[in-house]
């Protein structure tokens, strides 16, 4: 049986397909078969029944052969457009090559990749498409698959027709044609877009490292200057140290010069207070004689009173206390103090009245007492 014979059991179920189709037709009208009864035709030629009976079931078997090579043809369509769908609109280009590197076949991404016409892709070294850089990739690539007829994969840069490079992830996988014959079938992508967003990524983990480099690098200069700026205060602290040790030191030893001094001082004014006493009060006592006329008695209370302020603390606490006053004001308040009146003090120190009574004013200022109603000679005895 050659290959367009059909094969007998198709031939019988064609047959029976038919014969029940005729006998739809006829209504299922065995006997008038049988009788074999002749039909007449228009050229008035009978044709047996048995004849026609063969004829019509021969023409629906044809029919039939002709329905379904007619539903095959439909298929073989659909099918070869979901080749087309499959092969040639792929994301990613497909090439059937020969054992020596010849393109046989190629999809339209491959083409578009390429850059070339698909018609003029054919027969054309796949290695042509690669960069010179890379053509030891490549031969590493065949060569592995050769050695293993396992998948290999591997990244490259190829070229365009017009020149333009671009990067490509190849994969390709050993296999044999209709003949057997030995070929590979090469899948290429294009990775461009990867490769530069990993380069892009790559000089920014370079720069990143560098940034923290020489971040770490400021860092540690920053520490050791503050490590040295540490030592320096501790040093400095030590100096200040020892400096405040040797300064309570010496505020021990000058408390105690002050404590001496003012010992000495306490015991050098009761030793001129009781010289005053024993040695110049009694001459003055002496001095008072019914003769004295009444200035020169005053002047003889004067200097009484005076020597009794030396060995009073009145004169020294009205200083320390107002240091703002004049020596005249301090005069004029002792007299205050004595209970001598503007007059008087007028006399005393020789000057005008009106003076007096300015420099009683001042008193009051600078003593605080300028809006108050306190008497000067009262306060000033709360000072003795």
């Known amino acids: 049986m050659t290959e367009q014979e059909t094969p007998p059991d198709q031939t019988a179920d064609?047959?029976?397909?038919?014969?029940?189709?005729?006998?739809?037709?006829?209504?299922?009208?065995?006997?008038?078969?049988?009788?074999?009864v002749p039909i007449i035709t228009r050229q008035d030629v009978p044709i047996p029944a048995p004849t026609l009976h063969e004829l019509r079931v021969h023409q629906i078997e044809l029919e039939i052969?002709?329905?379904?090579?007619?539903?095959?043809?439909?298929?073989l369509e659909a099918a070869r457009a979901r080749y087309f769908d499959l092969y040639d609109l792929a994301p990613v280009g497909y090439c059937t090559v020969s054992e020596k590197g010849l393109i046989l076949e190629a999809n339209l991404t491959a083409a578009t990749l390429l850059g070339l016409a698909r018609g003029k892709?054919?027969?054309?070294?796949?290695?042509?498409?690669?960069?010179?850089?890379?053509?030891?990739?490549?031969?590493?690539?065949?060569?592995?698959?050769?050695?293993?007829?396992?998948?290999?994969?591997?990244?490259?840069?190829?070229v365009q027709q017009n020149g333009a490079q671009f990067w490509?992830?190849?994969?390709?996988?050993?296999?044999?044609?209709?003949?057997?014959?030995?070929m590979h079938r090469v899948l290429i992508s294009d990775?461009?877009?990867?490769?530069?967003?990993?380069?892009?990524?790559?000089?920014?983990?370079n720069e990143l490292e560098q940034r923290v480099a020489t971040r770490t690098e400021e860092l540690r200069h920053a520490n050791e200057e503050l490590q040295t700026e540490?030592?320096?205060?501790?040093?400095?602290?030590?100096?200040?140290?020892?400096?405040s040790?040797?300064?309570?030191?010496?505020n021990t030893a000058l408390q105690v010069l002050l404590r001496h001094q003012a010992e000495e001082m306490r015991a050098m004014e009761r030793k001129i207070v009781a010289n005053i006493q024993r040695l110049v009060l009694p001459y003055v006592e002496e001095l008072r004689q019914p003769s004295l006329s009444p200035s020169q008695s005053s002047y003889l209370d004067i200097i009484d009173s005076n020597l009794q302020q030396i060995i009073n603390p009145f004169l020294q606490n009205l200083a320390a206390r107002f240091s703002i006053l004049t020596p005249r004001e301090i005069q004029i308040a002792s007299l205050i103090k004595e209970g001598k009146t503007s007059k008087e003090i007028a006399v005393l120190i020789k000057s005008a009245s009106r003076s007096v009574e300015s420099h009683r004013n001042n008193l009051r200022k600078k003593l605080g007492l300028g809006r108050k109603k306190t008497n000067?000679?009262?306060?000033?005895?709360t000072l003795s």
Request: negative net charge.
């Open 65 to 75: 052969q002709n329905e379904e090579m007619r539903r095959m043809q439909r298929e």
């Open 191 to 205: 990775i461009t877009l990867r490769k530069m967003a990993e380069e892009g990524l790559q000089r920014a983990h």
């Open 121 to 158: 892709l054919v027969r054309q070294q796949l290695a042509h498409f690669i960069i010179g850089e890379d053509q030891e990739i490549f031969y590493l690539h065949r060569k592995e698959l050769l050695a293993t007829a396992e998948s290999q994969v591997c990244e490259l840069r190829m």
């Open 376 to 381: 000067l000679r009262s306060f000033l005895l």
């Open 230 to 243: 540490v030592a320096e205060r501790k040093r400095v602290e030590d100096v200040l140290s020892a400096q």
């Open 168 to 182: 490509a992830r190849m994969e390709t996988t050993a296999s044999r044609d209709a003949k057997g014959e030995p």
């Open 14 to 36: 064609l047959r029976r397909q038919a014969e029940e189709i005729v006998r739809e037709e006829a209504g299922n009208n065995e006997d008038t078969l049988r009788q074999g």
């Open 245 to 250: 040790e040797k300064l309570e030191q010496t």
